[in-house]
């Protein structure tokens, strides 16, 4: 996992977990780990709500990425 990536709190609020596919050429970055998400790979993409009620979203290359921030 990559040093600067923050971990979920017990405040926030996991709203939706769904699977994506990277269908543009420009890349996403996965949260967990840093690196880029490439066109027709699937991904893992998960909204969070803050106790603030702020929405966040991320994404996650795979299930071990996803698993050490959730």
Known sequence: MA????????????????TRIQ?????????????????RVQYKYVTVQGSSGRFTEFSFCDEDCFGETF
């Open 23 to 39: 269908l543009t050429e420009n890349s996403t970055t996965c949260d967990g780990c840093g690196e880029s998400i490439e066109q």
């Open 3 to 18: 040093e600067n990536v923050r971990q979920v709190s017990k405040s926030e609020r996991v709203e939706c977990v769904s």
